[in-house]
């Protein structure tokens, strides 16, 4: 089992550390991005299996994390972080490429999960509860 390389695309570095704390057991490296450069440089350097990315992640050129990926190698598994979950930003980033959801506020319990589908070649998406 494991996701050969991951790399974390966010822009808080205490969130990074305790995701890619998280991810040691499942991934052969796990390396970390605080912005469009580095995420960039390690795409076209390492070319990770998958990205973890934060929907925030701030990105040049009025598109966002997932179009730039999916951009640059359309063959990389796409995990978006986020802190809310509207259904019609989630449906977009689904579209554009992601593979996974998870809400930023669960990941210490569907992260792994997560990881595991899509590493498998399956969509991830959270379970939602009918009450809002």
Same mark, same amino acid.
């Given at each position: #089992?494991?996701?050969?390389?991951?790399? =974390?695309?966010?822009?808080?570095?205490?969130?990074?550390?305790?995701? &890619?704390? =998280?991810?040691?057991?499942?991934?052969?490296?796990?390396? #970390?991005?605080?912005?469009?450069?580095?995420?960039?440089?390690?795409?076209?350097?390492?070319?990770?299996?998958?990205?973890?990315?934060?929907?925030? *992640?701030?990105?040049?050129?009025?598109?966002?994390?997932?179009? =730039?990926?999916?951009?640059?190698?359309?063959?990389?598994?796409?995990?978006?972080?986020?802190? +809310?979950?509207?259904?019609?930003?989630?449906?977009?980033? #689904?579209?554009?490429?992601?593979?996974? *959801?998870?809400?930023?506020? &669960?990941?210490? =319990?569907?992260?792994?999960?997560?990881?595991?589908?899509?590493?498998?070649?399956?969509? +991830? #998406?959270?379970?939602?509860?009918?009450?809002?």
């Amino acid at each position: #089992m494991g996701c050969g390389s991951i790399v =974390l695309a966010d822009r808080h570095p205490s969130m990074l550390a305790g995701i &890619r704390s =998280l991810l040691t057991i499942e991934a052969d490296a796990v390396l #970390m991005a605080v912005d469009e450069i580095s995420l960039l440089a390690a795409i076209q350097k390492v070319v990770p299996d998958l990205i973890i990315a934060d929907l925030s *992640f701030p990105i040049s050129g009025g598109t966002n994390v997932v179009r =730039l990926i999916k951009q640059c190698n359309p063959a990389i598994k796409i995990i978006v972080l986020s802190t +809310y979950d509207d259904p019609p930003v989630v449906d977009e980033i #689904m579209k554009d490429g992601a593979d996974g *959801f998870v809400l930023r506020q &669960r990941a210490v =319990l569907d992260l792994i999960p997560a990881v595991r589908e899509v590493c498998q070649g399956a969509h +991830y #998406m959270p379970k939602r509860g009918t009450e809002r």
